[in-house]
């Protein structure tokens, strides 16, 4: 009888919390192409950022979250899964470590990649999750298709115009974080002001809302994700 009342009591507390878990969705942009900046810097400090994922199966608001992880080089969705996938599953970590690796060869889709993101957090919503981090890890240049070895790319590049960017980042109510990692500093300046209307809806909510160029990405990567539970 004290093993049921206590079992009882342990539910109690412990299905809030799992709820809240359950209802958190990451949402990882990750470049993978030919034109992102210093790519063995890049791939190895996004082994940081995966490692700090897999860290999450320390904290309890997001152990059990939702991770997809987004290619801008094809536009599309390449791994799903949770946490703890990164820390107990070898395998499922290492199909997602290859996935993520910069390849010459790639072009870059950066409005198919946010076009993703935006169906991603649809379906969700419709499944019932209520928070939603962007992490875009990404140099920000868009490569027209079809691209190859003599592809002509001036910088600074103005955004895509095709897609809605901006939309995708400053319409759900469930985003609770935005971060960009890793844009070029020629890149940086006229993302800032091309996403000046993400920039305004967060401020208005208020969320956080970064974007970071190399150098201070590296810093704050080293410093670990500032993920805060949604209220």
């Not at 608001?61 to 599309?76: L, P, Y």
């Not at 935006?118 to 499944?127: C, G, H, K």
């Not at 790319?153 to 955004?159: A, G």
């Not at 990692?181 to 970064?210: C, D, G, T």
Request: charged fraction near 20%; glycine fraction near 4%.
């Amino acid at each position: 009888m004290k093993t049921t009342i206590a079992l009882l009591i342990f539910l109690c507390f412990s299905m809030p919390v799992m709820a809240r878990g359950t209802h958190t969705t990451i949402q990882l942009i990750i470049d993978d192409s030919g034109v992102l900046i210093d790519p063995a810097d890049a791939d190895k400090y996004k082994l940081v950022l995966l490692s700090h994922l897999k860290g999450l199966t320390r904290k309890r608001e997001f152990a059990r979250a939702h991770i997809d992880v987004i290619s801008t080089s094809i536009g599309r969705t390449i791994w799903s899964g949770v946490p703890s996938d990164l820390k107990r599953k070898p395998e499922r970590a290492l199909e997602l470590v290859n996935a993520i690796k910069s390849n010459p060869e790639n072009c870059n889709n950066l409005p198919g990649a946010f076009m993703e993101l935006a169906s991603n957090i649809n379906a969700l919503e419709r499944q019932g999750f209520t928070s939603t981090h962007v992490i875009v890890f990404s140099s920000l240049i868009h490569t027209p298709r079809p691209c190859s070895d003599t592809t002509q790319i001036t910088l600074p590049q103005p955004p895509p115009i095709e897609g809605d960017i901006n939309q995708a980042l400053s319409t759900y109510k469930s985003i609770h974080s935005i971060a960009f990692y890793w844009a070029s500093p020629h890149q940086k300046r006229v993302w800032e002001e091309f996403l000046e209307p993400s920039f305004n809806a967060a401020a208005q909510r208020p969320i956080p809302m970064s974007l970071m160029d190399i150098e201070r990405s590296k810093f704050a990567l080293r410093s670990g994700l500032k993920l805060e539970v949604s209220k």
